[in-house]
């Protein structure tokens, strides 16, 4: 837990944390001001009851929070070794494993906050707009679980790259090259759509669909895969580092 804290700490101090955060919360603003203006003063209906809610998170995750995710996993790995202070982490008389998964729980303590808080903000506002019901509002709770989870994987993936590359902006630019390199391969070879990671993530809102019970196990193995090879990427690390103690 003190090691979880310490991580999170670390990632919330940065400014670049700071920023992006504030400049996902004012895209946010700004969708959820359309939204109102056009349905109260425009008198034009987009969304009913609390389409919204699930609307306003399609729009996020079409781009802005794997972005946050991929930078915020990057930026967890390349602030220890541009500071230093890796090194330090890797004598403390702590697994290897712990420490890894720390840094994955700081990412993802930030990105489950930020769901919330836009999960709670979205059913606000839709209950301002249309009046005050919960109807439907489960499963779009769902939808944001499955998000989590999916983001879950990207973090991993932002880690990985980060081991790799030591960059957080070639990290990031990887991951979108990479992302977009997966859809045209699908394209031209329709076979791997079904396995292939960035349907995973484009299909989020199915992770927890019982009558898609691939996309889960797909999820699955993609964590246990992900997982295994960034943790041994950061036990090389340490053996790059600490080879003349």
């Known amino acids: 837990m003190n090691l979880l804290k310490v991580e999170l700490t670390k990632l919330t101090k940065k400014t670049n944390t700071k920023v992006f955060l504030i400049i996902y ?4 603003l700004a969708i959820a001001l359309i939204y109102v203006m056009a349905e109260n003063m425009l008198d034009l209906s987009f969304y009913s009851g609390t389409q919204f809610v699930g609307a306003s998170l399609n729009t996020m995750m079409a781009f802005m929070l794997p972005l946050l995710t991929i930078f915020f996993a990057g930026s967890s790995e390349s602030l220890d070794f541009t500071r230093g202070t890796m090194k330090n982490m890797y004598l403390l008389p702590i697994s290897r494993s712990k420490l890894f998964i720390s840094k994955l729980g700081a990412v993802q303590v930030i990105v489950g906050s930020v769901l919330g ?16 019901t919960f109807v439907g509002v489960a499963p779009l709770f769902l939808d944001y679980l499955g998000a989590f989870l999916v983001l879950g994987l990207v973090n991993i993936l932002g880690n990985v790259l980060s081991l790799i590359f030591k960059n957080t902006g ?16 699908t394209m031209y070879i329709p076979s791997l759509d079904a396995i292939s990671l960035a349907t995973v993530i484009d299909n989020y809102k199915n992770i927890l669909d019982v009558s898609t019970i691939n996309m889960l196990l797909s999820t699955v193995a993609y964590y ?13 690390k340490e053996e790059s580092l600490c080879q003349f103690d």
């Not at 895969?225 to 090389?236: A, D, N, S, T």
Request: glycine share 10%; hydrophobic share 70%.
């Open 170 to 185: 070639l990290t990031v630019i990887i991951a979108y090259i990479g992302y977009v390199g997966l859809r045209l391969l």
């Open 25 to 28: 919360g004012v895209i946010f």
């Open 117 to 132: 808080i836009q999960f709670v903000f979205s059913i606000l506002i839709s209950f301002i707009v249309d009046g005050f």
């Open 224 to 236: 246990i895969i992900l997982f295994i090879v960034g943790l041994l990427l950061f036990e090389k």
